[in-house]
């Protein structure tokens, strides 16, 4: 992409409504603008990047025996007064009325709807286990939308469903999903502690948040000192059996707000640490809470009816976006890491016009995307130190710096940006030398 004619409305200064970095560096970095309180459009470069964790959420899911299915945004507000939570859902739900007078809503979760397709087609136990997922906007009237996209009203959610007979099938189907999310967050770079959680409106009695550690955090938490050091996961065999990866993380002490255990907690002692965290997922049992209400039942193996045992399963895949920008950046920007940057490369000619380097940038460019490298360049006829700011402000992994006095003596700037380390570091090299360190 050229960014002379990218749509990238970069800011200069720094918005005041924002008051969190995630949301500061989104706005500046054009990626978001917002519509009305909590309801944002994504612009190209955000989009990009939601696009890039939606599909690595989607292809753990799919990894893990999940289909995916596509429900729609407006529901009957009927099947929410079979199961009861018309009235309990509250003034969260947005309630609208079609041009006949019937009541419908804009989805803020979707167990209802999943249990009515269910009902309608799966009549015998044989038809199970099933695991249906979607990738859908939802609504909730938050009564203080705040943070940008980390707590909006008009949200993208993965939530995925599972139908099992008993309860040791959803036991399994809830492993299942427990180490889909292990994975989904390590391939976005980011540490995410599982808590026993309180499940709140949706119902049941086992539960887990996700959450991702960050100074900026909504919630407080406190862990065994070993969630936060790396090498403990070296003993835990993810692509192994589930209940002893399941059973690795959750023997640890993790709580938040709410779920804290005073006596668990002093007995860690020095072990225990406690910092801020962003929630990222949540998952629930709740057996046959809706499927019981909502008449959802099966034949079971030895003739007689049975209620199906359920689970369901959240990743807010717009707030990861916010959650991995409050983990990885520094003052410049954002650091992104490789797997959800919006480009891999950012190429910068410093001095468009310059036959040379534009030559030089010209065949660069088509090189780069001729090996499927994603590639932004920076062909704008802009100062060097307005281009080195955007490009910061961006966070792309790889800088390459082409300018007349390097091609000279035949070599170009690389600058890596590690987001574990938190640094982003220069170096000169050769062209080659820097194409066949970016291309790896
Ligand atoms: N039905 C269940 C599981 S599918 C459910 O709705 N769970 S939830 O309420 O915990 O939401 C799932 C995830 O969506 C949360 O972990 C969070 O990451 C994200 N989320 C929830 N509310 C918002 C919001 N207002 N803005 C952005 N993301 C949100």
């Known amino acids: 992409m050229r960014l002379s004619v990218y749509f990238l409305p970069t800011l200069k200064e720094t918005p005041s409504e924002a008051s969190i970095v995630s949301h500061r560096l989104m706005l500046r970095s054009g990626m978001i603008r917002q519509s009305s309180a909590g309801i944002y459009s994504w612009l190209p470069l955000g989009l990009r990047v939601l696009k890039k964790i939606e599909r690595i959420v989607r292809e753990e899911q799919d990894r893990a025996g999940a289909q995916e299915v596509l429900m729609p945004t407006i529901q009957p507000a009927d099947l929410w007064r079979e199961s009861g939570r018309y009235d309990a859902y509250g003034p969260e739900m ?11 809503l804009y989805g803020p979760t979707n167990e209802e709807l999943i249990t009515e397709i269910l009902r309608g087609s799966v009549k015998s136990y044989k038809d199970l286990p099933k695991n249906l997922y979607h990738i859908q906007w939802k609504f909730r009237d938050e009564v203080r939308p705040r ?9 993208l959610m993965k939530d995925a469903y599972s139908f099992d007979l008993d309860y040791e099938g959803a036991k399994r189907s809830y492993n299942k999903m427990f180490v889909a999310y292990l994975r989904t967050f390590e391939r976005m770079g980011l540490k995410a502690i599982p808590m026993k959680a309180d499940s ?10 996700f959450v991702i550690l960050a100074d900026t955090g909504e919630s407080e938490v406190a862990c065994h000192k070993d969630f936060l050091d790396n090498d403990w996961l070296k ?29 668990k ?7 225990l640490v406690t910092a801020r965290g962003i929630e990222v997922g949540h998952i629930f049992y709740f057996g046959t809470k809706y499927s019981e209400a909502m008449n959802c039942r099966v ?14 399963y959240g990743i807010g895949v717009s707030r990861l976006v916010g959650a991995v920008i ?24 410093l001095k468009v016009g310059d036959a040379e380097c534009d030559k030089s940038c010209e065949n660069i460019y088509a090189m780069l995307q001729d090996h499927g490298v994603e590639v932004l360049y920076d062909d704008r006829e802009e100062r060097a130190g307005a281009k080195f700011a955007d490009m910061d402000l961006i966070g792309l992994p790889w800088q390459l710096v082409v300018g007349p006095r390097g091609l000279k003596q035949g070599v170009v700037e690389v600058k890596f940006s590690d987001h574990k380390a938190n640094t982003r570091a220069k170096e000169e090299l050769p062209l080659e030398a820097a194409l066949k360190r970016i291309m790896v």
């Open 94 to 104: 947005l309630r609208i009325k079609d041009r006949h007078d019937r009541d419908m």
């Open 265 to 271: 907690e002093k007995e860690l002692g020095g072990d």
């Open 299 to 312: 034949m079971g193996p030895d003739g007689g009816e049975a209620a199906l045992e359920m689970g369901s």
């Open 147 to 155: 943070f940008g996209i980390m707590r909006g009203r008009e949200f």
């Open 200 to 209: 709140g409106p949706i119902g049941g009695d086992l539960s887990h948040e």
């Open 326 to 349: 409050e983990a990885f950046h520094d003052d410049d920007g954002i650091i992104w890491p490789e797997s959800v940057a919006p480009f891999k490369v950012g190429l910068i000619n």
């Open 235 to 263: 003993d835990v065999d993810i692509d192994g059996g589930l209940q002893p990866t399941v059973d690795a993380f959750t023997e640890k002490y993790a709580a938040t707000d709410g779920e804290r255990d005073a006596a």
